[in-house]
């Protein structure tokens, strides 16, 4: 147990950080009930600080019951009912399926766990004011880090650095050029697209050419449009992709990708004015399943929504740090 000190952070005092080392280390059962913590010498040669602050952060925690001290003997963990793990849950929007994460999130944590809810609304400036304002509070700080492409990845890489590794849960995308040791549970927008796809070329057979949906302004993932590019190029398709619907003359023989609700009904609308079937003279499929979606018999690619937030639980409970790749697959309907 030596080395830095785990929770340096300019927002709490250098008493309040060792009082929050040992105390999370406690509640994640790292320390164990009786275990012998290191005397206040060594803690201090350890993690170079001031013998006097981790004499008062000791104290501090044997008047919560967090440890007990033995005279002649040192201080050791105390018997105290295990409390609840606290947890800050960032999402970027409160959709519907930001819902169904959530939910799931919270369901698989049971009571062993209290989830305060944020959303930073792809506001990079109100993300780096929330994690500010709260680290130090949180055992576990779980972010979907989905913003807009002008944002420098480095000034996201910094914010989310500020965060204990042990403490990060990264959730639905990937930071590239992140290193860190913190739980993952992500979604892999270009090969999930490319592999749903590739599950589909003998239904997809009959079309000539694919177009995904994706309006200039959209915060959609940009990379389904290297993994629909990529199954084009290797099965002789044309690609393009459209910023919208409303100009265009939609063409038989080709696949329409939405990424969005509106664009569906767009497309459909189109299809109907055009006299054009799905399924038969187009092909239709959309990003993420809802009841609409399966009443209209539309096809969709989608994630495991439920799945991604049971799965951080888990990890969460089981002090695992994994890197999953979440779930995804097509949903086959009538409409291709």
């Given amino acids: 147990m030596?080395?830095?000190?785990?929770?340096?952070?300019?927002?709490?005092?250098?008493?309040?950080?060792v009082v929050e080392f040992i105390r999370k280390g406690i509640e994640k059962e790292q320390f164990k009930f009786n275990d012998q913590l290191p005397t206040i010498n060594k803690f201090s040669a350890d993690y170079s600080v001031a013998r006097d602050t981790v004499e008062?952060?000791?104290?501090?925690?044997?008047?919560?019951g967090y440890i007990q001290s033995v005279p002649g003997k040192g201080y050791f963990v105390a018997a105290r009912k295990k409390d609840q793990l606290r947890i800050l849950l960032v999402l970027n929007k409160l959709s519907a399926y930001k819902k169904i994460v959530y939910n799931s999130f919270v369901k698989a944590l049971g009571e062993k766990a209290w989830v305060d809810l944020q959303v930073h609304h792809y506001n990079f400036g109100l993300l780096k004011e929330i994690i500010e304002s709260k680290i130090g509070q949180y055992h576990y700080y779980a972010i979907m880090p989905h913003f807009d492409g002008k944002l420098k990845q480095s000034d996201l890489i910094k914010i989310?650095?500020?965060?204990?590794?042990?403490?990060?849960?990264?959730?639905?995308k990937r930071v590239k050029g992140l290193k860190s040791d913190c739980i993952e549970v992500f979604q892999d927008f270009e090969n999930d697209i490319y592999k749903a796809l590739v599950s589909a070329k003998e239904i997809l057979a009959k079309y000539t050419g694919l177009s995904i949906i994706l309006r200039a302004d959209s915060l959609h993932p940009k990379e389904i449009i290297d993994g629909a590019k990529k199954f084009c190029e290797q099965t002789g398709r044309k690609f393009d992709v459209l910023s919208g619907l409303e100009e265009e003359t939609l063409t038989p023989g080709k696949v329409y990708i939405d990424t969005s609700e509106s664009d569906l009904a767009v497309l459909l609308k189109k299809a109907k004015e055009q006299g054009l079937q799905p399924g038969r003279d187009i092909g239709v499929i959309s990003f993420n399943e809802t009841a609409l979606k399966d009443l209209l018999n539309i096809t969709v690619i989608t994630t495991d929504?439920?799945?991604?937030?049971?799965?951080?639980?888990?990890?969460?409970l089981n002090n695992k740090k994994e890197k999953v790749a979440n779930p995804f697959y097509m949903i086959r309907r009538s409409s291709v």
Wanted: charged share 30%.
């Fill in 2 to 17: 030596a080395g830095k000190l785990v929770n340096k952070n300019k927002h709490l005092s250098r008493i309040e950080q």
């Fill in 56 to 64: 008062k952060a000791y104290g501090l925690l044997k008047r919560s």
């Fill in 160 to 172: 989310l650095k500020s965060i204990p590794e042990d403490e990060l849960v990264m959730l639905d």
């Fill in 305 to 316: 929504f439920a799945a991604m937030g049971t799965k951080a639980a888990e990890c969460i």
